[in-house]
């Protein structure tokens, strides 16, 4: 979970823990990126509008690196309308805030099913 609103990574890491799932979290993409240098998560919740490294130059970092790339991300924001391009299309679901936190353990719960969760 890569979010630098506390109450946000408050509440969805709470809502993943209840569905058994193991939390990681950063608050920016430099975070996530020195985090995932020694762990392969089933899945990325990332936002885009953070501080230090954004959600936009975390994308084009993973993609950048091959195994990375593999990891599906579900990308969360207000902000995605305002940018494009390229480094969105590798996003596995894109949410825009506000969403149901349902749907996004939907989501969670299809890209990590061939593993469990917690796995």
């Known amino acids: 979970m890569v979010d630098d609103d506390p109450d946000i990574r408050g509440v969805i890491e709470l809502a993943l823990a209840d569905e058994g799932y193991a939390v ?24 885009l509008a953070m501080p230090v490294m954004d959600g936009w130059a ?21 902000q995605f309308r305002q940018r494009g391009g390229d480094a969105l299309r590798t996003a596995a679901a894109v949410l825009a805030k506000p969403f149901e936190i349902d749907l996004l353990l939907s989501l969670v719960d299809g890209l990590t099913s061939e593993h469990g969760p917690g796995d």
Not at 25 to 41: D, F, I, K, M
Not at 63 to 75: F, G, M, S
Request: zero cysteines.
């Open 58 to 78: 975390f994308l084009t970092a993973r993609q950048a690196d091959r195994e990375l790339a593999t990891i599906p991300v579900i990308v969360m924001s207000a």
């Open 24 to 47: 990681a979290l950063a608050t920016n993409g430099q975070e996530a990126l020195v985090h995932l240098a020694g762990s392969r998560p089933d899945a990325i919740v990332l936002d």
